[in-house]
């Protein structure tokens, strides 16, 4: 097998600056052209008064109208992209989407779209109830894709 290209998940954390290290690393030894994939998942925001028990929920209260929020979410995500771009454009030439979605879904649509050999993801480490609470997209793409999958720990040996 060999791997052609290479798809790289990001976002702003430091996993996915890890995986995107190992990833543009394979990428320079295969001679392997790289994607860059950013992915914007829509927010779900409460109303103020959602008949919880608790009453109000104040932590999700904004006064940011829904379409200022989206921008602002696809603005951060820009800024991610050209960081990244910035840190290895230099050496390879980067084909970028910029896409909204569901992480996992998009991150496997997009690698097919690129015709990616390969995908590379980050993972964040959890386990037990927090992954059952923030789910875990780098085993949502890894169990539904097609097409290989490196996953990159954040933890090192």
Do not use: C, W
Not at 12 to 36: I, N, T
Not at 114 to 124: C, E, K, M, P, R
């Amino acid at each position: 097998m060999e791997f052609r290209k290479i798809l790289i998940g990001i976002d702003d954390s430091r996993q996915s600056e890890k995986a995107a290290a190992y990833g543009f690393a394979l990428a320079k030894s295969l001679g392997a052209a790289v994607g860059l994939v950013e992915v914007v998942e829509p927010i779900m925001i409460a109303p103020v008064n959602s008949g919880l028990v608790g009453g109000e929920m104040d932590m999700l209260n904004t006064t940011l109208p829904p379409m200022e929020i989206i921008d602002a979410q696809e603005s951060s995500a820009k800024t991610v992209m050209q960081r990244f771009v910035a840190m290895y454009g230099e050496e390879h030439n980067i084909t970028q989407f910029l896409e909204n979605g569901d992480a996992a879904t998009v991150l496997i649509d997009t690698a097919i779209k690129f015709n990616a050999d390969l995908i590379v993801v980050g993972s964040h480490g959890r386990s037990g109830f927090n992954r059952l609470l923030s789910g875990s997209v780098a085993e949502d793409v890894s169990r539904h894709s097609e097409i290989p999958v490196l996953v990159v720990p954040l933890k090192e040996k």
